[in-house]
């Protein structure tokens, strides 16, 4: 389903690095697989089995889209130990509700997403308004690799190579004034190319939003690529928001719009369900949803023989680099 080929018509190659990680994660997978002591024939045979697949799904990248590499983030707290996900299954479990509510839906559909040319509207409480093009935007900063856990709300996680710098980097370039408090991510919302603008299932644009502090914490990423290229368009291309501390349906995808604003933006889940989706929407095991536990969670990829669920952890394992963005606030008022 990975056709599309980069702006130019170039196929690129793959990055090296991707390589050697891939090989990094066969090690660790089955040094895992020694150090949990059940032997036999089975097993060992399973774990070849699986040590093959994981090879030949890690170096076979699509490498259809344009490579683009980021240094290895210093940002605390930005490179996770975790197996990363397959490309596989972090290209075609989506959701992006503009190509349809199945978790397949946006890689086949999202094809007609037109990224090229692109540009986001700043506006707002800020000093330096205006669209910027989306070469504007890759230029600004220098591109950092980020392995991010991902959890979405529905109970499933994945781990991921984002490419991007912290959103903080654009903001101290356009300067909020003092009366900025918010910041609202607009998405687009194109009827003619997203199947799904104008079903009921949302009301459109898909729109999020974070406190100043949130979106100048450094985790913060505005994300151009995923597994050293370019974003495939289900993945929110050419640009989105990755916020690793809460639920995944905070990292808006394909942003067309950046507001500052003095009040709390109205956001898109939060307007279809006030109940379930809270502004915030920290990652909290302790916080049930109303309809589901948040204690646990599946990473995809995991269910095979042995897979257990995982627990959950308190902003999805980031506390120690946002807990303090919370201080005295009621995690369970404020959700
Ligand atoms: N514009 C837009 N952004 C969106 C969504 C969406 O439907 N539309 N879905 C959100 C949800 S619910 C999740 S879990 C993540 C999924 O991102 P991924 O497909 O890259 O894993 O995107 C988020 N961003
Ligand atoms: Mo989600």
């Known amino acids: 389903m990975l056709i599309k080929t980069d702006q130019q018509g170039f196929n690129h190659p793959v990055p090296s690095e991707i390589t050697s990680q891939g090989v990094y994660e066969n090690r660790r997978s089955l040094m895992k697989l020694m150090a949990s002591g059940v032997a036999g024939a089975a097993l060992a045979s399973w774990a070849s089995r699986e040590a093959h697949a994981q090879a030949i799904s890690s170096t076979a990248r699509p490498g259809k889209l344009a490579a683009l590499p980021g240094v290895k983030s210093p940002v605390a707290g930005a490179l996770t130990m975790d197996k990363v996900t397959d490309y ?16 397949t839906d946006p890689a086949q559909n999202a094809h007609t997403l037109k990224t090229s040319p692109w540009s ?42 984002w490419v991007g710098y912290s959103l903080s980097e654009l903001i101290k370039k356009v300067e909020p004034t ?13 009827p003619k190319t997203m199947p799904f603008v104008g079903s009921r299932v949302l009301d459109w644009p898909y729109v999020e939003g974070l406190r100043m502090d949130e979106a100048m914490n450094p985790l913060t990423l505005l994300t151009f690529g995923m597994y050293g290229e370019v974003l495939p368009n289900q993945n929110g291309a050419p640009v989105r928001l990755v916020v ?23 956001t898109a889940w939060n307007k279809a369900a006030a109940s379930e989706y809270g502004f915030y929407s920290n990652v909290n095991p302790n916080v049930d949803h109303p309809r589901w536990s948040q204690a646990t969670e599946r990473r995809i990829g995991e269910d095979g023989l042995f897979a257990k669920k995982r627990k959950t952890l308190m902003f999805n394992g980031y506390e120690a680099q946002v807990g303090q963005l919370y201080t005295g606030m009621d995690l369970k008022k404020f959700i």
């Open 88 to 103: 596989k299954d972090a290209s075609t479990y989506n959701n992006f509700y503009e190509f349809g509510t199945d978790k």
């Open 120 to 161: 986001v509207e700043i506006e707002g409480l800020v000093k330096k308004p205006g669209k910027y093009t989306l070469e504007d935007l890759l230029k600004l900063s220098a591109q950092e690799e980020r392995i991010y856990r991902m959890r979405c709300v529905e109970g499933w996680s994945m781990v991921i190579p």
């Open 178 to 190: 003092s009366a900025a408090k918010y910041v609202e991510f607009v998405t687009l919302a194109d």
């Open 244 to 266: 690793p501390w809460k639920y995944g349906f905070k990292n808006a995808k394909s942003l067309v719009k950046i507001r500052f604003t003095d009040k709390q933006p109205a």
